[in-house]
């Protein structure tokens, strides 16, 4: 089975710029591993940024995309605000298997 | 507005069987691929379990294969996790999830004697 792997812990400045990335163990991140991003806060289901790449929802945040870099899946955070600290997590497909990556800890300090 | 509502967990025996269902509106639920997900209070998302739109397809992840079986009822607009076999490493929250990225609130299903 594939491993996707995402940076565990990562720290941005208030009004900061971060990039949280979604790697693959078999190689290349594509669109047709249908990348999802999701951010989870202590005691809530996760809620969906985007998914199949770069769709969004009504209720991201325009701070927030989502793009393919350096062939990883990639989130990227512009003017983070104290409420984005959360937990980020990814989900690539591999031919109808999912598979999420382990997650990782934004800190906005 | 898009609901997904999970209902059908509880506290079962190691061994036993357990059925969870998820209710969908909102959304054309014929035409989203759906799925099952779980989490570990403290821990990370792991996948269940999915199945194409029209039921003809489904997936497992490797740890419940031949114990959890995914189905759906486009007519209800619903889908089921039948669990058996159950061992205390499947306790957790179990969320729907709708392709498209649309989630449920979970139901916990604990599994100890």
């Known amino acids: 089975q594939a491993v996707v792997t995402q940076e565990p812990s990562l720290t941005v400045s208030p009004g900061g710029t971060v990039t949280l990335t979604c790697g693959s163990s078999t190689g290349d991140v594509t669109s047709g591993h249908y990348p999802y991003w999701f951010q989870q806060k202590p005691g809530q289901a996760p809620k969906t940024l985007f998914y199949d790449t770069t769709n969004k929802h009504s209720w991201t945040p325009a701070r927030f995309s989502a793009s393919l870099l350096g062939g990883k899946a990639a989130l990227t955070l512009s003017g983070a605000q104290p409420e984005d600290e959360a937990e980020y997590y990814c989900?690539?497909?591999?031919?109808?298997?999912?598979?999420f990556g382990g997650g990782t800890t934004l800190t906005v300090l | 507005e898009v609901q997904l509502v999970e209902s059908g967990g509880g506290l079962v025996q190691p061994g036993g069987s357990l059925t969870l269902s998820c209710r969908a509106s909102g959304f054309a639920f014929n035409s989203h691929w759906m799925n099952w997900v779980r989490q570990t209070p403290g821990k990370g998302l792991e996948w269940v379990a999915n199945?194409?739109?029209?039921?003809?397809?489904?997936y497992y992840v490797d740890s419940v294969k031949g114990r959890f079986t995914i189905s759906r009822d486009n007519a209800k607009n619903s889908q089921s996790l039948q669990m058996s076999s159950l061992r205390a490493e499947d306790t957790a929250v179990y969320y729907c999830l709708a392709g498209g990225g649309y989630w449920g609130q979970g139901t916990l299903v604990t599994v100890s004697s």
């Open positions: 989900l690539l497909v591999y031919s109808g298997v999912v598979v």
């Open positions: 199945i194409k739109p029209d039921g003809s397809d489904k």
